[in-house]
Every structure is written in structure tokens, then in C-alpha cells.
């Protein structure tokens, strides 16, 4: 797994953000994102981040599943198309189902993007 697929653990700065309400936690519990994620871990994210910046390629983002709009899901940012949608991708080459190759998202689809891991 390359450095730019691991996260951080979760540190005093990132905690207090989350009780001021700056961050969010959020559980994985699907198989798309091992190497990096696994089922049971708790992540960070934030919701804000993408009203200060645009998401790059290699961001980790939970969004809105594209046809199950109520169900979070969480991938990795792949390649940002010209007409600026975001190409999504999971990390597990071999997942039954293929997270690979899950498609494009809009900018308001994302709910936010991961920080660290809550640990």
C-alpha cells in the first residue's frame, strides 16, 4: 500500500473539531475500500473542506450513492472529468461486486472528505 493510501490517526486537533461540530464519524462497513479501510474502522470526515477547496484526485470522500441517494458510501477520488464531475473508484481490486469501477459524481453528491482514522 503507497503513503498516499494511509491515513492518520485521529489526534487531539481532529477530536476537537469534532465537539465543536467540524467533523463528522462515520463507520465503514463494506469490503470497497481494503486495503485502506475495513469493515468496523470509524472514520473522520469534513463536511466542510470542499467549500474552501476543490477535491483532488487520490481524496478518500464519502458521498451519496448514485442510485440510492439515502446510503453514504466511501471511495477514492480517481480522475476529475472536463465537465467537472469526479470519477470514483473503491481500493479493492478483488471485491465481488466491482466497487473499481463505480462511476461519476457532481461536487454536491459529496458529503465530505475523509481526515483520519478514528483510533
Known amino acids: 500500500m503507497a503513503d498516499s493510501h494511509l491515513l492518520p490517526k485521529t489526534g487531539y486537533g481532529e477530536l476537537l473539531l469534532l465537539i465543536l461540530g467540524r467533523r463528522k464519524r462515520f463507520k465503514i462497513t463494506g469490503i470497497s475500500m481494503l486495503p485502506s479501510l475495513r469493515p468496523g474502522d470509524e472514520i473522520l470526515i469534513d463536511p466542510y473542506i470542499y467549500r474552501q477547496q476543490l477535491p483532488q484526485i487520490g ?23 472536463s465537465d467537472g ?16 469501477n463505480w462511476g461519476t459524481i457532481e461536487l454536491p453528491d459529496i458529503i465530505g472528505k475523509v481526515t483520519s ?3
Not at 93 to 98: E, L
Open 59 to 81: 481524496d478518500i470522500v464519502v458521498t451519496t450513492h448514485p442510485h440510492q441517494k439515502q446510503l453514504p458510501i466511501v471511495k477514492r477520488i480517481k480522475a476529475i472529468n
Open 117 to 119: 482514522l478514528f483510533a
Open 85 to 100: 464531475s469526479y470519477f470514483l473508484t473503491g481500493d479493492n481490486s478483488t471485491a465481488s461486486t466491482d466497487s473499481r
